[in-house]
């Protein structure tokens, strides 16, 4: 199972990286319009990566993971990030857009989510 590399610094992901949770939920609408909702799976885990100002060698660190894990295709591999590792997960996303932020610079932000637990 491949992991999600971290940047020369260490570090997996730059703020504002949002770290959120999904529940998939089932819902029965009664007769009188009420509904009664309940969850039927864990908490998932729903990520967005920021990376500002990379040098190239994050970047085409980035951008191997990204064309290794086929974009929203494979979600076999795990993200580790704040003490926690998150396994199964895919990104959300099958372009892989970088800007030029300042000179050898770059900016780039990968969605990911967790797909089951």
């Not at 795990?78 to 050898?104: I, P, R």
Request: proline share 3%; hydrophobic share 40%.
């Amino acid at each position: 199972m491949a992991t999600f590399p971290a940047l020369r610094s260490g570090v997996v992901g730059m703020y504002p990286t949002t770290l959120g949770r999904t529940f998939k939920t089932e819902v029965v609408v009664f007769c009188n319009d009420s509904e009664q909702r309940w969850a039927t799976q864990p908490a998932l885990g729903d990520f967005e990566l920021v990376f500002t100002d990379i040098n190239g060698y994050d970047l085409s660190t980035l951008l191997d993971f990204f064309r290794s894990a086929k974009g929203q295709f494979d979600h076999t591999w795990t993200l580790a990030m704040n003490g926690q590792v998150w396994n199964n997960c895919v990104f959300v996303q099958d372009d892989f857009t970088a800007t030029n932020s300042k000179a050898e610079r770059y900016s780039v932000t990968l969605k990911c989510r967790q797909v089951k637990s």
